[in-house]
């Protein structure tokens, strides 16, 4: 069958969450059992970064407070259709902001880690695997991924953010003096105990927000 000429412009979204200690992906699941990144048409008269935001909140109830373009996909051309230009985004959502009654409701919306990922529709694994890259690579010389975090904060959560953003331990000690060198952060006098009671309190931080917003290091933080 001949394509059809033409060009169909959609917009696509990948939206992050650290949940249980690894970073996963929400996904969509249509009434053939296939999966998607939430996605949709803009309108006519509607900025791409609205649509974008638009199609998070009516999928899956989420109202992104980070949302950034990450990279116009013009490959793909359907056997029966016009080439497909995808304009993707990326935003992060901390777990604790997730409308979990609206996703229990949601037979279509699941979360999903990179492992457990199933195969997904058109290009659509290859827009999360540059996402991924994405957040790993602003990691190491912006404030990208802090987002993730709630508003006070333990050092110890602060250093599992990268390590599972980058998928590996890193030295507790140099962890902590990169981060001090950083001068993003300030103690809120509160501390945190443990769910079990035991050992020394943690104390809690949160960001400078005047530095936080406009930080970009001269080099890389963690050059991994």
Known sequence: MARKSGIKLTVVVVVMTISEGVLKTLLVRHDDNHW??????PNNDEPLTKAAERIVLETAGIDMEYLEQLFTF????????????????????????????????????????????PKLIDNHQ???????????????????????????????????LYEVIL???????NFRKKINDLGILEPTGEERTSRKG???????????????????TKGDIFPF
């Not at 035991?198 to 970009?216: D, M, Q």
């Open 126 to 160: 290859e827009v999360v695997s540059v996402a991924r890259q994405r957040l790993r690579g602003k990691l190491a010389y912006t404030a990208v991924g802090f987002e993730l975090l709630p508003d006070k904060f333990t050092l110890a959560d602060l250093q599992n």
């Open 36 to 41: 998607s990144l939430p996605g949709g048409l």
């Open 198 to 216: 035991r050992g020394r309190p943690a104390s809690l931080y949160r960001f400078k927000s005047e530095v936080f917003h406009t930080i970009e």
């Open 74 to 117: 013009g490959d793909y051309v359907p056997d029966t259709g016009a080439r497909v230009i995808e304009v993707a985004y990326h935003g992060l959502v901390p777990s604790a902001l997730l409308r979990i009654d609206k996703l229990a409701n949601r037979q279509t919306i699941s979360w999903f880690t990179e492992q457990d990922q």
């Open 167 to 173: 998928g590996k331990e890193l030295d507790k000690r």
